[in-house]
Antibody, heavy 117, light 110 residues
Framework: EVQLVESGGGLVQPGGSLRLTCAASGFTFSNYPMHWVRQAPGKGLEYVSGISYNGGAPYYGNSVKDRFIISRDNSKNMMYLQMGSLRAEDMALYYC??????????WGQGTMVTVSS | QSALTQPPSASGSPGQSVTISCTGTSSDIGAYNFVSWYQQHPGKAPKLMIYEINKRPSGVSDRFSGSKSGNTAFLTVSGLQAEDETDYYCSSHAGSLHYVFGTGTKVTVL
């Protein structure tokens, strides 16, 4: 079964850091670009960041640029999102998403990040 | 990187059709034929319903269809059913690894 499982979310103070992890299974992870998409409580979907199949040329949305770093380890079928200088507006459910044919075909269930003092 | 514009709500009676618009720019929807639509039920992850403007993944009902004209894409849900009542989001490829989502539309079955 194709599956994406996020972890690493939790409560963090403003200005703090957190590392999210996405574990992939059921498909050849190294063949696919991967992305993070977030959804603040009661709000819509927001694109966060993406990384190519081999880890090159990452892309970041304007709201997280220079604060977040996306990476992947194809040997472990894992993707990561290192988040720094966290703000209240970063509080959201973070989804790990697989890209196929320039669409997001597989979504994880998400991991919640809460930013609060 | 502005969000694509969708109407906040749309509605229709059971059996009728509802069409949702998704307006972008010449840098996203107008530039690429890679528009997707996602359905999201409360508390659930989004589900891909339409990709490449009008293609359906395996298992998605043919009551869902998509189209595009210029900088605007459309999702039509025909033969509305109670289970269709939920939120829908469009997205568009916007170059390289860049994607942009729509603001979301809540569909109500009257």
């Amino acid at each position: 079964e194709v599956q994406l499982v996020e972890s690493g979310g939790g409560l963090v103070q403003p200005g703090g850091s957190l590392r999210l992890t996405c574990a992939a299974s059921g498909f050849t992870f190294s063949n696919y670009p991967m992305h993070w998409v977030r959804q603040a409580p009661g709000k819509g979907l927001e694109y966060v960041s993406g990384i190519s199949y081999n880890g090159g040329a990452p892309y970041y949305g304007n709201s997280v640029k220079d604060r977040f770093i996306i990476s992947r380890d194809n040997s472990k079928n894992m993707m990561y999102l290192q988040m720094g200088s966290l703000r209240a507006e970063d509080m959201a459910l973070y989804y790990c998403v697989r890209e196929s044919v320039l669409t997001f075909d597989i979504w994880g269930q998400g991991t919640m990040v809460t930013v609060s003092s | 990187q502005s969000a694509l514009t969708q109407p906040p709500s749309a509605s229709g009676s059971p059996g009728q059709s509802v069409t949702i618009s998704c307006t972008g720019t010449s840098s996203d929807i107008g530039a690429y034929n890679f528009v997707s639509w996602y359905q999201q039920h409360p508390g659930k992850a989004p589900k891909l319903m339409i990709y490449e403007i009008n293609k359906r993944p395996s298992g998605v009902s043919d009551r869902f269809s998509g189209s595009k004209s210029g900088n605007t894409a459309f999702l039509t849900v025909s033969g509305l059913q109670a289970e269709d009542e939920t939120d829908y989001y469009c997205s568009s490829h916007a170059g390289s690894l860049h994607y942009v989502f729509g603001t979301g539309t809540k569909v109500t079955v009257l």
